[in-house]
């Protein structure tokens, strides 16, 4: 009778040099393979909205072939706070939201500027540049620029050109060729929510703008409170990345013969009456109006942030739709304005 409790037997080949390598080979293809099939589900799949946006507008970038009378470039307070259809509504012609998240920077802007220029000609009228007052003094995150669908090396490239260090471009390179490893959160999210949510629909509309229905009291409170322990420690700089980004969109305006209308982000009520936060504020202006001095086509809009109720953000400084039509309908009404003031005037 067989002993129940005896082990088997493992019978191990002989190890050579070749074997060695071969099973290594196969091991990186295996691997190689799994990254090509992960990147094409995450594309359609993935629950990271922020991703899915930046496909998004760039998709959009990608599929222009006529100019466009208004682009409007910026981050997320943009993507959800200027409303095309505003432009459209008050006779000032198409307008494209391709706003998409703070931590792109300034870069990111102009290097969709220069690819829509490039795919359809320059904007007809103007470029509005929307941002948070809390954006400017941030570097570049690699694992975002691994997002941007350029070709390889386009982060040195151009008039917005900036240097990235060695371990800076592998987490480029890991962000856009390694979807195991950089978005495994997000696979295991897919996965576990199963095939019915694998076909998320589009963040924005056909003109790239998110409406939000849904104010967020306890969201925009929860916010204000983080931007009040932010700028208490904090004293503002323009980085390096930013100001590069700036100076190639305002350079391209002026010699392609557009404008180009630099915005300040809509704000919660009340927190523009915190010292610390107008300090800080006070020096962002500064820095941008000293920026645009320099421009014959560039405009300060909203030197002094437009406010809203709690009841029109879903955070300090992100609207719902209704919030973004009254955003949209004042930011026109500056851009009218402006000309009167001559370029360069904050208002």
């Known amino acids: 009778m ?62 222009q072939t006529a100019p466009v009378d208004w682009l409007l ?39 969709m500027l220069d690819s829509v220029i490039a795919h359809a000609g320059p904007p007809r009228r103007g470029v509005v540049v929307t941002h948070v007052y809390d954006m400017w003094h941030r570097a570049p995150n690699p694992s975002l620029l691994g997002k941007v669908p350029l070709p390889w090396g386009f982060w040195a490239q151009g008039a917005a050109a900036i240097k990235l260090r060695p371990e800076q471009q592998w987490r480029v390179l890991l962000a856009r060729y390694a979807p195991l490893y950089e978005e495994s959160a997000s696979l295991a999210t897919a996965l576990r929510a199963g095939p019915g949510a694998w076909s998320p629909g589009p963040v924005t509309d056909a003109a790239g703008f998110k409406a939000e229905v849904e104010a967020n009291p306890e969201a925009v409170a929860k916010d204000v409170r983080a931007h009040q322990a932010f700028v208490a420690k904090a004293h503002f700089k323009l980085s390096a990345a930013n100001e590069a980004g700036l100076e190639a969109l305002l350079t391209a305006a002026d010699a392609r013969g557009f404008d180009v209308y630099l915005v300040n982000s809509p704000l919660i009520e009340g927190l523009d009456a915190d010292p610390a936060f107008t300090g800080y504020y006070a020096d962002v202006v500064a820095s941008l109006q000293a920026h645009v001095a320099g421009h014959r086509r560039a405009h300060l809009l909203l030197a002094a942030p437009m406010t809203f109720p709690a009841a029109e953000m879903v955070n300090a400084d992100h609207l719902t739709v209704a919030g973004a039509e009254r955003f949209t309908a004042r930011v026109i009404d500056e851009i009218g304005r402006s000309a009167a003031d001559g370029a360069g005037q904050p208002r």
């Open 2 to 63: 067989a002993n129940p409790f005896r082990l088997p037997t493992e019978s191990t080949p002989p190890t050579t040099a070749s074997a060695m390598v071969r099973a290594a080979l196969g091991a990186l293809g295996v691997l190689v393979l799994a990254n090509l099939a992960a990147g094409p589900f995450l594309a359609q799949a993935t629950p990271n909205e922020g991703y899915r946006l930046i496909a998004e507008k760039w998709r959009l970038v990608e599929a």
């Open 73 to 111: 470039l910026g981050d997320s307070s943009c993507n959800q706070g200027l409303d095309p259809a505003g432009f459209r509504a008050a006779g000032l012609g198409s307008a494209l939201n391709l706003c998409t998240i703070g931590d792109l920077l300034t870069l990111n802007d102009a290097w």
